[in-house]
């Protein structure tokens, strides 16, 4: 069987392993069964509960009561709100229980969903064809909207695999009023339309792409569950308020500004408040920054651009001496000096620099053309 989520169709080249490749490109949110090689004891049936993954990160969990021998990367038929639809399965046996704790703590096994059979050959073909016939129709669909006028923007569109059903995921900042664009687009299409809203960070994971990092989406690879993000984040980490930088992909705060938030905060707490302005005779001096990692805090004079750089240790001190009612005369006194990092030379030893290297410089000598030998000279015997 080939990757279906592949635009060829195919398995991707090197793979070698039904489409399950770990690249990001064919399976989003991919899972490694740590525990497949674990065998259950004695008398100990395996759990029924199967997750399967549907296009992009869309999953769900279902029951397996024919008692199929199933492993991740089988293609199955399962059941759906009318007709059948098919996944691949993602996680099987005592992994699928941990999901499942995890991911849907009130998950009722009786009102699971069942898993009718394996797929055959003739269902994936159809289930494969309904997956070439989504982008066109996506297209088509927003040119309906368009012609309503309607202030939505449709990002996806899933086909069901019996063809039956084409649900649309669209975003929208206030609510649309989208009966009329259902009765054109099941004129249109001859299929049932079910419409279904999503954020902007949903979009984002479902459409994939690119971070500023130079690697693919968090939300689109293994993240999850979306966590609110807040400007206090970044100033936690001493960045600028920049909202060209901060906000990824889906136009919201990145999702990795709360990664190393609780090692800065944490590193915060050992250091001096940083609103606590430092008085001396010369006058008072405000915070400016930080650098959690080498320990240095920089503080100004109002109207002065020369920065004075002291330790924790050091603005204690001087906060110790405001506290007792002294002031210092300047904090010149106990700037610490910062050591210059050494910049390493380089010489262009090789001239590998020069543009043209490569260019000949000296002028192809010109061959002398031979004179033509004049018949009546004698012709000398060596």
Same mark, same amino acid.
């Given at each position: 069987m080939?990757?279906?989520?592949?635009?060829?169709?195919?398995?991707?080249?090197?793979?070698?392993?039904?489409?399950?490749?770990?690249?990001?490109?064919?399976?989003?949110?991919?899972?490694?069964?740590?525990?497949?090689?674990?065998?259950?004891?004695?008398?100990?049936?395996?759990?029924e509960?199967?997750?399967?993954?549907?296009?992009?990160?869309?999953?769900?969990?279902y029951?397996?009561?024919?008692?199929?021998?199933?492993?991740?990367?089988?293609?199955?038929?399962?059941e759906?709100?009318?007709?059948?639809?098919?996944?691949?399965?993602?996680?099987?046996g005592?992994?699928?229980?941990?999901?499942?704790?995890?991911?849907a703590?009130?998950?009722?096994?009786?009102?699971?969903? $069942?898993? +009718?059979?394996? &797929?055959?050959?003739?269902e =994936?073909?159809?289930?494969?064809? *309904?997956?070439?016939? !989504?982008?066109?129709?996506?297209?088509?669909?927003?040119?309906?909207?368009?012609?309503?006028?309607?202030?939505?923007?449709?990002?996806?569109?899933?086909?069901?695999?019996?063809?039956?059903?084409?649900?649309?995921?669209?975003?929208?900042?206030?609510?649309?009023?989208?009966?009329?664009?259902? $009765?054109? +687009?099941?004129? &249109?299409?001859?299929?049932? =339309?079910?419409?279904?809203?999503? *954020?902007?960070?949903? !979009?984002?994971?479902?459409?994939?792409?690119?971070?500023?990092?130079?690697?693919?989406?968090?939300?689109?690879?293994?993240?999850?569950?979306?966590?609110?993000?807040?400007?206090?984040?970044?100033?936690?980490?001493?960045?600028?308020?920049?909202?060209?930088?901060?906000?990824?992909?889906?136009? $919201?705060?990145?999702?990795?500004?709360?990664?190393?938030?609780?090692?800065?905060?944490?590193?915060?707490?050992?250091?001096?408040?940083?609103?606590?302005k430092?008085?001396?005779?010369?006058g008072?001096?405000?915070?400016?920054?930080?650098?959690v990692?080498?320990?240095?805090?920089?503080?100004?004079y109002?109207?002065?651009?020369?920065?004075?750089?002291?330790?924790?240790?050091q603005?204690?001190?001087?906060?110790?001496?405001?506290?007792?009612?002294?002031?210092?005369?300047?904090?010149?006194?106990?700037?610490?000096?910062?050591?210059?990092?050494v910049?390493?030379?380089?010489?262009?030893?090789?001239?590998?620099?020069?543009?043209?290297?490569?260019?000949?410089?000296?002028?192809?000598?010109?061959?002398?053309k031979k004179?033509?030998?004049?018949?009546?000279?004698?012709?000398?015997?060596?």
């Amino acid at each position: 069987m080939g990757c279906a989520s592949c635009g060829s169709g195919g398995t991707p080249n090197g793979c070698k392993n039904n489409g399950l490749c770990s690249s990001g490109g064919c399976d989003k949110l991919e899972v490694y069964d740590w525990l497949s090689n674990v065998a259950l004891p004695e008398n100990q049936k395996a759990y029924e509960i199967v997750e399967v993954r549907f296009k992009n990160a869309r999953k769900g969990f279902y029951r397996n009561i024919n008692g199929l021998g199933l492993q991740a990367g089988d293609v199955v038929v399962v059941e759906a709100s009318s007709g059948y639809d098919i996944g691949v399965i993602s996680v099987v046996g005592e992994l699928a229980r941990i999901q499942v704790k995890r991911k849907a703590p009130t998950f009722k096994h009786a009102e699971a969903r $069942k898993i +009718m059979d394996i &797929a055959k050959q003739e269902e =994936i073909d159809l289930w494969i064809k *309904g997956r070439s016939l !989504e982008k066109d129709i996506m297209y088509k669909s927003r040119t309906l909207a368009m012609n309503l006028k309607l202030e939505m923007k449709i990002s996806d569109v899933e086909y069901q695999a019996d063809l039956s059903k084409a649900t649309f995921y669209y975003t929208a900042e206030g609510r649309v009023d989208f009966r009329q664009l259902i $009765k054109d +687009m099941a004129d &249109a299409f001859k299929v049932r =339309i079910e419409m279904r809203q999503i *954020g902007s960070r949903q !979009e984002s994971a479902r459409l994939g792409g690119i971070g500023s990092c130079g690697r693919e989406l968090c939300c689109s690879t293994w993240l999850t569950d979306f966590r609110s993000v807040s400007t206090a984040a970044a100033r936690y980490q001493q960045l600028s308020l920049n909202p060209q930088k901060l906000a990824g992909q889906c136009g $919201k705060l990145k999702c990795c500004l709360n990664y190393e938030l609780d090692m800065y905060t944490e590193a915060l707490k050992a250091l001096p408040k940083a609103d606590i302005k430092l008085k001396t005779e010369k006058g008072d001096a405000y915070h400016v920054k930080t650098d959690v990692f080498k320990q240095f805090m920089w503080y100004a004079y109002p109207g002065e651009g020369a920065l004075v750089v002291l330790t924790p240790e050091q603005v204690r001190k001087v906060q110790q001496m405001n506290k007792n009612g002294n002031t210092p005369r300047d904090l010149k006194e106990f700037a610490f000096e910062v050591e210059k990092e050494v910049e390493i030379g380089y010489d262009n030893v090789v001239g590998q620099d020069s543009l043209n290297r490569f260019e000949n410089k000296q002028k192809p000598k010109k061959k002398k053309k031979k004179k033509p030998r004049n018949p009546n000279q004698p012709v000398s015997n060596a």
